[in-house]
């Protein structure tokens, strides 16, 4: 059984950066390897929407409300993946989620992390 884990989010105000991490824990030892990732968000009363994407081999890519402004990024050896944020703005908040990226089955999802971006 596959556990995802999101951290790192927080409050912040417009202008500012944060950095998401998610754990991967359990599985078989290649499931996160080769696995595409994938950062999801939702924000309240709104489903949840991909915003960026890295397959096994490292190609990312992204929404375009967080292109140029968002980063993704896996660590293979740690079963981790980031979300690096920079210049953030009021409507990227929202509980942001990491699960595989389709066609990929999902794993099952974990709690997420809340971002706030407000003054």
């Known amino acids: 059984q596959v556990q995802l884990v999101e951290s790192g989010g927080g409050l912040v105000q417009p202008g500012g950066s944060l950095r998401l991490s998610c754990a991967v824990a359990g599985g078989g030892i290649f499931d996160f390897r080769y696995s595409a990732m994938a950062w999801y968000r939702q924000a309240p009363g709104k489903q949840r929407n991909l915003v960026a994407s890295?397959?096994?081999?490292?190609?990312?890519n992204y929404a375009d409300s967080v292109k140029g402004r968002f980063t993704i990024s896996r660590d293979n050896a740690k079963n981790a993946a980031y979300l690096e944020m920079n210049s953030l703005k009021p409507e990227d908040t929202a509980v942001y989620y990491c699960?595989?990226?389709?066609?990929?089955?999902?794993?099952?999802w974990g709690q997420g992390t809340q971002v706030t971006v407000s003054a």
């Open positions: 699960n595989r990226e389709p066609p990929f089955a999902p794993w099952s």
């Open positions: 890295i397959s096994s081999g490292g190609n990312t």
